[in-house]
């Protein structure tokens, strides 16, 4: 089992920063990490994802430029960094474990474990 633990969420203004946690705990032994998102009545959205060896990443063009995702391999913690955030960003942050394949998963079946969520409310 692997447990994910998020935080970092919360309020802020748009233009504004915030940077999200994902600690990992249990059998750490995913191939790859990743970021969704989702609001009410939608499909969880791929925000970003990172692999924990070389240095592979991949993000959505909805975020490229703005959200930048990255590791502490010693900590076990995945982070999402997000500058420039804009009401449209708002949602509920979701991060999630992929196990077993060799390339970055930006599709939600490809991950086996889920964080709890973290809000994240950008005010215009």
């Known amino acids: 089992q692997v447990r994910l633990v998020e935080s970092g969420g919360g309020l802020v203004q748009a233009g504004g920063s915030l940077r999200l946690s994902c600690a990992a705990s249990?059998?750490?032994?995913?191939?790859?990490m990743g970021w969704f998102r989702q609001v009410p009545g939608k499909e969880r959205e791929f925000v970003a994802a990172?692999?924990?060896?070389?240095?592979?990443?991949y993000s959505a063009d909805s975020v490229k430029g703005r959200f930048t995702i990255f590791r502490d391999n010693a900590k076990n913690t995945v982070y999402l960094q997000m500058n420039s955030l804009k009401p449209e960003d708002t949602a509920v942050y979701y991060c999630?474990?992929?196990?077993?394949?060799?390339?970055?998963?930006?599709?939600?079946?490809?991950?086996?474990?889920w964080g709890q969520g973290t809000q994240v409310t950008v005010s215009s």
């Open positions: 999630a474990a992929s196990m077993g394949r060799d390339y970055i998963p930006d599709k939600p079946y490809m991950y086996n474990y």
């Open positions: 249990g059998r750490t032994f995913s191939n790859a």
């Open positions: 990172i692999r924990w060896s070389g240095s592979n990443a």
